[in-house]
């Protein structure tokens, strides 16, 4: 079983910056990835940015260039760096793990990010 803790949620201006942050703990060596999902009140959940074992990295089209996934491994711990923020990048944040032998995925609370104008 994997535990993931968010933090660095919060209100922002357009044009700022913000930094997640997900913890996990309980059994780290089942993990095959870890990324961000995000949901905005009236849409489905959208994978914003995933970082697997191997380093290779994947983004959401919306956030290229502008968001940053990074893992600190001796930590446990991946982060989320949220550059140029804009209105529509507000949403709830949710740190995300697949899992090794099993379909489930390790999920985080979620961290609310609003941007405002």
């Known amino acids: 079983q994997v535990q993931l803790v968010e933090s660095g949620g919060g209100l922002v201006q357009a044009g700022g910056s913000l930094r997640l942050s997900c913890a996990a703990s309980?059994?780290?060596?089942?993990?095959?990835?870890m990324g961000w999902y995000r949901q905005a009140p009236g849409k489905q959940r959208e994978l914003v940015a995933i970082?697997?074992?191997?380093?290779?990295?994947n983004y959401a089209d919306s956030v290229k260039g502008r968001f940053t996934i990074s893992r600190d491994n001796a930590k446990n711990t991946v982060y989320l760096q949220m550059n140029s923020l804009k209105r529509e990048d507000t949403a709830v944040y949710y740190c995300?793990?697949?899992?090794?032998?099993?379909?489930?995925?390790?999920w985080g609370q979620g961290t609310q990010v609003t941007v405002s104008s």
């Open positions: 995300n793990a697949p899992l090794r032998w099993t379909p489930n995925n390790a």
């Open positions: 309980g059994s780290i060596s089942s993990i095959v990835a």
């Open positions: 970082m697997h074992n191997s380093g290779s990295t």
